[in-house]
């Protein structure tokens, strides 16, 4: 049975399952975040430049953010697919800070089969595969290239697909999923999530080029 109690999700009206209130204020949770990513950067860091003193400063941040997008999707919206249907009713870190969250886009607290197809994927795909880049480029293998330009199509097309799929619900039907302050809107919601727009676009544009044929058929009547 929905719960009645209220809380301040947008459009009014929607049925949040067993909903409890958030412990953390905002500011807490941003600052758990933010710890959190100090943490990851700095072990990353510290693990690279001992596996490989003299890598290149690009391919250094090119690891951090791959790891760091690993732990956000495998574990952080990994935690969203395996918890969809009562992330309402959830008090722990995670929980709280999508909720947190979910001021800017209240999907993520109601079954929402598009949400739970592009999070299954991110988290299950994406997430791994971020892992396995960050090792690859810090062993300099050949494997890097595509699986960087893969993952980074993957998540520029989900991110893509979130904004539109939100902007379509609101322009046409007028069902806004975020609360009104500009906050929320454009803190969370657009800011937030601009960086798997920027960042994947950026990977994709510094790989190489491919061989060409001729490159490739030179290539093998070497030696």
Same mark, same amino acid.
């Given at each position: 049975?929905?719960?009645?109690?209220?809380?301040?999700?947008?459009?009014?009206?929607?049925?949040?399952?067993?909903?409890?209130?958030?412990?953390?204020?905002?500011?807490?949770?941003?600052?758990?975040?933010?710890?959190?990513?100090?943490?990851?950067?700095?072990?990353?860091?510290?693990?690279?430049?001992?596996?490989?003193?003299?890598?290149p400063r690009g391919d250094l941040?090119?690891?951090?953010?791959?790891?760091?997008?690993?732990?956000?999707?495998?574990?952080?919206?990994?935690?969203?697919? #395996?918890? %969809?249907?009562?992330? @309402?009713?959830?008090?722990? &870190? +995670? =929980?709280?800070?999508?909720?947190?969250?979910?001021? !800017?886009?209240?999907?993520?607290?109601?079954?929402?089969?598009?949400?739970?197809?592009?999070?299954?994927?991110?988290?299950?795909?994406?997430?791994?595969?971020?892992?396995?880049?960050?090792?690859?480029?810090?062993?300099?293998?050949?494997?890097?290239?595509?699986?960087q330009g893969i993952v980074s199509?993957?998540?520029?097309?989900?991110?893509? #697909?979130? %904004?539109?799929?939100? @902007?379509?619900?609101?322009? &046409? +039907? =007028?069902?806004?999923?975020?609360?009104?302050?500009? !906050?929320?809107?454009?803190?969370?919601?657009?800011?937030?999530?601009?960086?798997?727009?920027?960042?994947?676009?950026?990977?994709?544009?510094?790989?190489?080029?491919?061989?060409?044929?001729?490159?490739?058929?030179?290539?093998?009547?070497?030696?």
């Open positions: 049975m929905a719960s009645t109690v209220a809380h301040p999700y947008y459009p009014p009206g929607i049925e949040i399952t067993g909903y409890v209130a958030n412990t953390y204020d905002a500011w807490t949770l941003i600052a758990i975040f933010v710890v959190g990513c100090v943490i990851i950067f700095s072990i990353t860091t510290v693990a690279v430049l001992k596996a490989r003193p003299q890598i941040y090119t690891i951090l953010w791959f790891v760091l997008c690993g732990f956000v999707h495998f574990l952080f919206e990994g935690y969203y697919t #395996l918890n %969809y249907t009562r992330m @309402g009713t959830l008090t722990t &870190v +995670f =929980g709280q800070l999508w909720k947190e969250y979910s001021l !800017s886009d209240s999907r993520y607290l109601v079954p929402d089969a598009f949400v739970l197809s592009m999070e299954s994927i991110t988290a299950f795909c994406w997430g791994p595969l971020s892992f396995l880049l960050a090792y690859l480029i810090t062993a300099d293998h050949q494997l890097r290239y595509p699986i199509l993957g998540q520029l097309y989900g991110d893509v #697909l979130y %904004y539109a799929t939100a @902007g379509f619900d609101e322009s &046409v +039907f =007028g069902r806004s999923y975020s609360r009104p302050e500009r !906050s929320y809107f454009w803190g969370y919601f657009v800011f937030c999530n601009a960086f798997w727009i920027v960042a994947p676009a950026c990977e994709i544009y510094s790989l190489p080029p491919p061989p060409t044929p001729c490159g490739v058929l030179s290539l093998g009547t070497v030696g």
